[in-house]
């Protein structure tokens, strides 16, 4: 089965040239390998000194590689539906147009695209691995709840799936005066739906997709690195990896750096104590740019030496739904989220965690659908839903 790593982090931390430097490390190891990027401000062709286009071209035997353009996969698959989308969008109400309009166009919504391209070519069963140099955090955030999002609009609107029958009592309940797509356009909505239902499946399956975090020894950034561990986990995505970039090497001694260096070993020891649970790599800061095969093979022998490397690194559950004597409980598991942060609602189908500005939908199994909520806890980074 092959495996599917995505690398993400704040813009600059060095997530391409630690993505690329998996990569080279795959292929001479013999996994045959795609290094993808979905990031607009694409660089593999930099890294590898080679031009690299929309579809994948061998960098040495075992290693393709590929920038996809977001832009082109959406209007391949989104065109038409946009389209009709935005037919809908009722032209004497604004409030209304606003609402659809949101619908529409989703900051971010290209990268969905770029992901279904992944799937596509996962799909073709063609390599043993691919690696996925992503977007900055934000852009990943927004991306990886999509599919979930994007889902939850569509089976809400349209008669799609299993909830073919509720379709339009949302829709009329607040009475838009809206156009219906046509048949064509719904048929072609069907599909995305489709589609992004399997790509969530497939980015969720902990077997087969890893997702690991690049940070570096600033506040800032490890607060983010953080943030975004939480909602990953809040996501119920499989993180199984954190690389510390930019560590200044023993060696170095002069003032300036001596004063960095009394940061940095106060943010690795930080760092280490809240990502216990998962490996860290610590990648040191070079004299040079990491540019080159050259370059990104000194990267991998100073610090991914680890034969596991490319293997699933950690796989504890982030959801379990169990019975306890009469009564059922819920777990999520949420690092670093503190008590006062979260929000619980139920919706009649759905559990949903709100944190910050995430929200996330927890489907209720039918068993307990029509149980009450007794309590939640939060305890050890574990949500606790008690049913009565
Ligand atoms: N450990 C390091 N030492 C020296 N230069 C680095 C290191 N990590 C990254 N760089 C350089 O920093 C720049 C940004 O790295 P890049 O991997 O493109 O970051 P990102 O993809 O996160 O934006 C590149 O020029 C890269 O060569
Ligand atoms: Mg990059």
Redesign the pocket.
């Known amino acids: 089965m092959s495996r599917i790593i995505i690398f993400t982090?704040k813009?600059?931390?060095?997530?391409?040239?630690?993505a690329a430097a998996h990569a080279v490390k795959a292929a001479k190891e013999g996994f045959k390998t795609l290094i993808v990027s979905t990031d607009m401000a694409h660089?593999l062709s930099d890294i590898f000194e080679k031009e690299i286009k929309e579809e994948p071209i061998e960098i040495f035997n075992n290693l393709h590689a590929l920038e996809i353009d977001p832009n082109h996969e959406m209007e391949r698959h989104y065109g038409e539906i946009a389209k009709a989308f935005k037919n809908m969008i009722p032209k004497n109400n604004e409030e209304d147009a606003e609402i659809f309009e949101d619908i529409v166009v989703f900051p971010g919504i290209e990268e969905l695209f770029s992901l279904i391209k992944i799937k596509d070519l996962y799909d073709e069963n063609i390599y043993d691995l691919i690696i996925v140099?992503c977007a900055p955090t934000g852009e990943t955030l927004s991306l990886l709840k999509f599919p979930e999002l994007f889902s939850w609009y569509i089976e809400k609107l349209f008669p799609v799936g299993k909830v073919a029958m509720k379709v339009l009592r949302p829709i009329s309940k607040v009475a838009f005066k809206i156009e219906m797509p046509n048949d064509k356009a719904l048929n072609d909505i069907e599909k995305l739906y489709v589609r992004l239902n399997e790509l969530q499946n497939l980015l969720k399956n902990r077997e087969i997709c890893s997702i690991r975090l690049?940070t570096i020894l600033e506040k800032m950034v490890i607060e983010e690195s953080k943030r975004n561990y939480m909602y990953l986990n809040l996501y119920n995505f499989n993180v199984d990896g954190l690389y510390i970039?930019?560590i200044i090497p023993e060696g170095i001694d002069n003032s300036f750096f001596n004063e960095w260096k009394v940061n940095q070993n106060r943010y690795l020891e930080e760092l280490e104590a809240v990502f216990v649970n998962i490996p860290t790599y610590k990648?040191?800061?070079?004299e040079?740019?990491?540019?080159g095969i050259g370059g990104l093979e000194r990267v991998v022998c100073d610090s991914l030496k680890d034969k596991e490397l490319f293997k699933v690194l950690k796989n504890t559950q982030n959801e379990i739904f169990e019975k306890i004597d009469d009564r059922y409980r819920l777990e999520v598991y949420i690092p670093f989220a503190n008590k006062t942060d979260f929000d619980l609602f139920e919706s009649g189908t759905d559990i949903i965690i709100k944190i910050g500005n995430f929200k996330r939908n927890i489907p209720i199994p039918n068993t307990i659908r029509n149980r009450s909520i007794v309590s939640a806890k939060l305890e050890n980074e574990k949500l606790s839903i008690i049913f009565e």
């Open positions: 982090g813009g600059g931390v060095g997530k391409t040239s630690i660089n140099d690049v970039n930019r990648i040191k800061w070079y040079v740019d990491i540019n």
